[in-house]
């Protein structure tokens, strides 16, 4: 329903694959993550079946970047180590997929029918607004006018 979807809505905001209930974060829009959005380790997130494509996206993406940074590339230790997917955050990721795939195995034939039309419908309704400050592109500099 309308009204139970804008009473949830007030006291939680859009992150990163999932919502994020803390209370300063909300209160400024998303713009301002005291744990600099690591969500998946906050208590305050939460995430939900709508979320599970994104989900599998960014577990492929965290083995794709580790995979990348052990392979030959050029980069100071510490600068390695800092980009370097934990793997900790690797599990937590892989435990949610397996969270939301067992409880969608759990529902009948026809339970599962309904779910996957909701999030077929949540998902083409959801503004992507990932709670993250966004820094513009710069302006191109290009002067036509101006001689070479
Ligand atoms: S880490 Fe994510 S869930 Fe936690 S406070 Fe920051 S934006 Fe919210």
């Known amino acids: 329903m309308d009204s139970e979807h804008v009473r949830r809505a007030i006291g939680e905001v859009a992150t990163a694959y999932g919502l994020c209930k803390e209370p300063s974060n909300v209160a400024a829009g998303g713009q ?3 744990l600099r959005f690591r969500c998946l380790g906050c208590e305050h997130f939460h995430t939900d079946v709508s979320y599970l494509p994104d989900l599998e ?3 492929a993406d965290l083995l794709r970047s580790r995979e990348k940074l052990m392979s030959a590339f050029e980069a100071d230790d510490w600068a390695r180590s800092e980009a370097m997917p934990s793997e900790e955050e690797i599990r937590r990721v892989r435990r949610l997929i397996y969270r939301v795939k067992t409880d969608l195995d759990d529902l009948s034939a026809e339970d599962r029918a309904q779910i996957e039309q909701a999030v077929s419908v949540v998902r083409r309704s959801r503004t992507v607004m990932l709670g993250m400050p966004l ?3 710069p302006l191109p500099d290009v002067r036509p006018w101006r001689s070479a």
């Open 32 to 34: 301002s993550c005291p």
């Open 57 to 59: 996206a960014y577990l």
């Open 135 to 137: 820094v513009g592109q």
